[in-house]
């Protein structure tokens, strides 16, 4: 991850002009050479050179090693409400990206729920942010619902996102 400053003095060397650089940025986000998100709080002031790199620390929250799940044994009940109930708790994502120098949580939040992967959620204590992650809910057969013949539920619709980009990290959504 590089700083919009520095983007611009790579820029400079390359003789792309400061008034191109957001269009030049853009583009190379487009074809997926790197992430640039002008529209998200925090990020925009940021140049992710690995998309790679942003989809293994997502993915650090939605499929942790065994070697981090037992190095973090005291957020266990944590990841539990998130394969649940679909509910992520500031302690977890602060903790699972902690060592996260070049994207803060809150910034790693913002990108999650700037593409509607994650919901604020209201909470009365006020003292843990909590989001709803719709897409980590666990996946509920028929079955599961009774076999009452009164049941209003007749199929079940999967969810499907589709991007105007043509383009979808590999690996996103493992």
């Known amino acids: 991850v590089i700083s ?6 790579v820029a400079v060397v390359c003789n792309i002009s400061f008034e191109s650089l957001p269009s030049v940025l853009n583009f190379y986000h487009e074809l997926g050479v790197f992430l640039f998100y ?6 925009s002031q940021k140049v992710i050179i690995s ?21 973090q044994p005291d957020i266990k009940r944590f990841r539990k409400t ?7 708790g500031e302690r977890l994502y602060k903790k699972v990206w902690e060592n996260c120098i070049e994207i803060s949580s809150e910034e790693m939040m913002d990108l999650l729920c ?8 209201w909470d009365e204590s006020h003292d843990n942010k909590k989001f709803f992650v719709p897409l980590l809910l666990p996946r509920k057969s028929l079955h599961d ?7 209003c539920i007749q199929s079940s619709t999967s969810l499907h996102i589709i991007f105007n980009t043509n ?4 690996g996103f959504f493992v």
């Open 167 to 170: 383009y979808t990290p590999p």
């Open 51 to 71: 998309p790679d790199w942003l989809v293994r620390q997502i993915g650090k929250l939605i499929h942790p090693s065994e070697e981090e799940v037992k190095s």
């Open 114 to 121: 700037f593409f509607l992967l994650a919901f604020p959620m």
């Open 38 to 43: 002008s529209r998200v709080p925090g990020l």
């Open 4 to 9: 919009y400053s520095e983007a611009v003095a």
């Open 82 to 88: 998130l394969k649940e109930e679909g509910v992520l």
């Open 145 to 151: 619902f009774g076999s009452d013949s009164s049941c």
